[in-house]
């Protein structure tokens, strides 16, 4: 679980809230200037969802003073723009657009059949937090709400292949299966 030091929550992680499929930012941050940002999640049938985003590159009309004065700067007005080319992520089950308890823009992907969940960075670039069910079962119904999904059957799938792994730990540890000394005893704590 990701750990960020700036969030006023008590538990110091990051709440998202407001799910949806598209929005524009209309102060992204890109290379030294601020620019217009889509995002939106494209569906294939076959495939599932993924999030896209596209920046438009501002173009500007550039006209000279013709007076003469003490300084001959260009004025530079906005002429519209061309949508740059759109960053895909990777194809999930269910992907949202969400905001971040810091302010900050994130794309939650439901991962199956592997039964977890990822939040990317706006920029599409780094995922910022993986969320699985065994570790903070709370978090994970929390984000499936968000993505519309049932997170029982992810749940009980995940318990599941928890007590098989810690089996196969056991027999191959030589320990017995329950006790004080077992492995399966760590899955109760």
Known sequence: ???????????????????????QIDDW??????????L?????????QRAVRATLRPRYN?????????HHRPTRTLAGGDWGEPKKL????????????DG?????????????????????????????PHD??????????????DPEPLIERDKRLQAAMWKAADEATGRPPSGTGSTASMVER
Not at 29 to 38: E, F, L, N, Y
Not at 93 to 101: E, H, K, L, M
């Open 29 to 38: 941050p890109s290379g030294g200037k601020r620019v217009t940002a889509k």
């Open 90 to 101: 990777t194809y999930s089950a269910v992907q949202r657009i969400v905001d971040g308890s």
């Open 136 to 149: 903070n079962e709370a978090r994970f119904r929390q984000i499936c709400a968000l993505l519309d999904a």
């Open 62 to 70: 550039w006209s000279f003073r013709t007076h003469r004065c003490k």
């Open 40 to 48: 939106w999640i494209e569906t294939d049938a076959k495939r599932g």
């Open 104 to 132: 900050k823009t994130y794309i939650a992907a439901l991962r199956l059949p592997y039964g977890f969940i990822t939040i990317y960075q706006g920029n599409l670039q780094y995922s910022e937090e993986i969320i699985f």
């Open 1 to 23: 679980m990701s750990v960020i030091f700036d969030n006023p929550s008590p538990d110091k992680t990051r709440v998202y809230t407001d799910p949806r499929s598209e929005t």
